[in-house]
């Protein structure tokens, strides 16, 4: 069945000239010198203030970097990047250490206001009081520009701030965990992130607390040239909970940008972390120029036992997407999950998808991929699931469908299922027909078509999966939510 | 970054010594054989950083090459005929092959049954009959490197063109008997004209103790409106490493079907490279595979659908026991023009022991959007409940067992339409269930 026509106008609401973060904002920077060498990351550590430790760490990460070589196996196709004609570090001048909302650059919180993120404490207290409110890290090419509800969050214990500053506040707390999830040799972009990473949020949450409000990071590339290379490290202590949202934007331009993060989660006993990711980096204009190249390494870490790590993202920008989010299931009766709506349009090529490793007794998981490639682009679903020997009683549940529009894209399932261990029971399926019989006969007893009542039941399914994502970002999302998958092909 | 160049293993400079040693006496066209090897030779024997090849690491597998072997003597190929079990109830022309040699004394080519045509490869291979113009039927087949080793040395086999209804079965019939280990490059083609049918076995032997590497390659074009049923069983000796391909194109409105068993063999990979290159055309390919102790067996498979309209099945169950390790490999590709495709994986996996390994690669390619491909992939052990079930019944808990993964097998195995096949695997099924016991 092809796509509905509902579809496919969603679909085109969002398609790559639909663009409405593209504009650029004119703040004076202050740059690294071009290209990357021992003395941009002496100028990038030095810049942070950060400790000698860190900075050797950096270095040895970038001896180790000159001797890799880019990985060529994802399905994604663009021309080799010249890694010193970047930018490594792009700061606005009038951010050296803010105290104050009042010192940054009006110009730079006038982008936040458009892109529709509070910056301000007070503009969302004044108002009706939300439900929820949310802390926000605005990270703003290499550096923070501003976190707050930080004072509120402190009371609870939670330290929630840009790792640079953690890095000089929380030394230990940060070299205990940084890395250890992700090692500096992990991949080439994994390590030349460590090498070169100016900034990203730091979060530690305290045993037994839940994190009273959402947390969240926005990423705005803005400078030309420059590359984003920020790293995050999130902690959920002893039966603790945090939920933890970032969403990302950039201007357009005709260059490719390079954004490679790195995301690490560790989660100890009984501590849940969600994190969600809304994805609009510039995707490109409809011939394939410009657009950012997505290479990012993200991966959290059920340590203690009954742990639990959600990943929810929501993906339609980026020229090219190379990306998995991973879920370790080290402790015994940890839970990984994995829910993914990736949108492709235009010439976006996207090769995503997750892996879930489980080593511990008893360990779970569920992936729910959904991905819907349109115009020229490409969609790839690449996954892993593996049981090691020891993980006795592990589960998975793997569905991932995809839906084509035109006949001029593609969309690609790779799984990788491997299972070392008897009594792992493991179930990959990758089909629409999972609507049952009695559900459309239900429906459509109640006077709806064939086409209405796949539509409710599918969406049912759908909303599952945006029902991840915290409020008030779910906006987005939302308009993703109509879109049904009848016509969708494994 | 420089580029890291790998080390020739024993087993690729074996290779090429072998190959300098037989180019010159092999038959046929030299260019085409030095095409395929100096292809091989770029990339050496796959290794596990080649994706194709990621669960079945050929470089670390194939320790050394052996000698390939001579042509035996008739005494010596009757010698070997007569130690063969392999679908032996099975009423059939038989086409045998001792030492990757075709037996000519064996067959009474000129008293075959209507429109059965045996022409044996070495001999149309020297003289250049036209037939050999069909040869590798699947062009991207000959980026495999399995493939690329069995072109460079091929040296014998048959064409077969089979044309009207045949009723009687072809058994092609792959025998490695030697004491000391040998390597052999088989190579089938098999014509099938418009509209006809026929039933082709094959069955593949080599004695114990030995690590021979029998490297087979049969090559199928099946014309408009054919039937071809194809049922392959691997009961290789303990030690052999086999190597196989099947490739399949198939015109339009045909059936086709075919089942690989694997019950032999310590190390085997079997890869199935099919195009369906003509509307409503129906294809099914099953695989049953039986492992213990240390075995280790890959099925890969790629199906191209090149033409809309087309419906393919694919199947493949997998019992693993012991250290065994398991590998499928699937991949549906589905090009712009394919529309209406309706596809159809599955693989499943039954672990009957802690030390087992499965891999599973289910992997779909899809580029025209009115299509329907689906695939599945499950791996696990025998249903706890199932087996209460039926302890709770009296049967003691290997019957119980048995009974279940005879029902699991039997899956793929029932689509052999063909009663005394049929029977013939799953006595091969009871027999490795019994030595399990």
Known sequence: MPAVQETIDQVRSIDVDQYKYGFETVVEMEKAPKGLSEDVIRFISAKKGEPEWMLQWRLDAYKRWLTMQEPDWARVSYDKIDYNDIYYYAAPKKNQAPKSLDEVDPEILRTYEKLGIPLREQEILAGVEPERRVAVDAVFDSVSVATTFKAELAKAGVIFMPISEAIREYPDLVRQYLGTVVPVTDNFFATLNSAVFTDGSFVYIPPGVRCPMELSTYFRINEKNTGQFERTLIIADKGSYVSYLEGCTAPKRDENQLHAAVVELIALDDAEIKYSTVQNWYPGDAEGRGGIYNFVTKRGDCRGRNSVITWTQVETGSAITWKYPSCILRGDNSRGEFYSIAVSNGMQQVDSGTKMIHLGKNTTSRIISKGIAAGKSENTYRGLVSAHRKATGARNFTNCDSLLIGNECGAHTVPYIESKNATAVFEHEATTSKISEDQMFYCQQRGLSDEEATALIVNGFVKDVLQQLPMEFAVEAQKLISISLEGSVG | ?437
């Open chain 2, 1 to 437: 970054m420089a580029e890291i160049k790998l080390m020739k293993t024993p087993a690729e400079t074996g290779l090429a010594q072998a190959y300098e040693t037989v180019k010159t006496t092999l038959p046929g066209d030299a260019q085409s054989r030095a095409q395929a090897f100096e292809l091989f030779t770029k990339n050496g024997l796959p290794h596990r950083r080649v994706e194709e090849f990621k669960y079945t690491d050929l470089r670390a597998l194939m320790r050394e090459a052996a000698p390939f072997a001579g042509t035996p003597s008739a005494d010596e190929a009757k010698a070997a005929l007569q130690d063969t079990k392999a679908l032996s109830g099975v009423k059939a022309i038989q086409v045998p092959f001792v030492n990757g040699h075709f037996v000519r004394d064996a067959v009474d080519l000129g008293g075959l049954p209507e429109g059965v045509e045996i022409v044996p490869l070495a001999e149309a291979l020297a003289s250049g009959h036209e037939w050999l113009a069909k040869l590798s039927p699947v062009s991207w087949a000959n980026q495999n490197p399995v493939y690329q080793l069995n072109t460079t040395f091929m040296a014998d086999g048959v064409m077969l063109r089979i044309s009207g209804e045949v009723d009687t079965l072809i058994h092609l019939r792959f025998v490695t008997a030697s004491a000391s280990a040998v390597a052999t490059a088989t190579r089938v083609l098999v014509l099938v004209e418009d509209g006809a049918s026929v039933t082709l076995l094959e069955s593949h032997e080599s004695t114990d103790g030995a690590n021979h590497q029998p490297n087979d390659v049969v090559e199928m074009i099946a014309g408009d409106r054919t039937n071809v049923r194809h049922v392959r069983l691997n009961a290789e000796g303990d030690k052999a490493l086999a190597l196989s391909t099947l490739a399949l194109k198939v015109g339009a409105e045909a059936e086709f079907f075919s089942l690989n068993v694997v019950a032999g063999a310590a190390t085997s990979r079997h890869q199935v490279f099919g195009v369906l290159n003509g509307e409503n055309t129906k294809v099914r390919i099953n695989g049953t595979t039986m492992l213990k102790g240390g075995q280790h067996a890959d099925s890969t498979l790629v199906v191209e659908h090149a033409a809309p309209h087309c419906e393919s099945r694919e199947l493949f169950k997998t019992v693993i026991d012991g250290e065994a390790t398991g590998v499928f490999q699937g991949k549906i590709i589905v090009p712009h023009h394919a529309q209406k495709t309706d596809g159809r994986m599955m693989s499943a996996a039954l672990l009957l022991s802690d030390g087992g390994t499965m891999n599973n690669k289910p992997e779909l390619e899809i580029f025209a959007d009115d299509v329907q491909c689906a695939h599945g992939a499950t791996c696990g052990q025998l249903d706890e409940d199932l087996m209460f079930y039926l302890m709770a019944r009296g049967l003691p808990k290997k019957e119980a067992e048995s009974l279940m993964v005879q029902a699991f097998l039997g899956e793929a195995i029932e689509f052999v339409d063909n009663q005394d096949v049929h029977d013939a695997l799953v006595n091969v099924l009871e027999g490795w269930l019994r030595a399990r016991a």
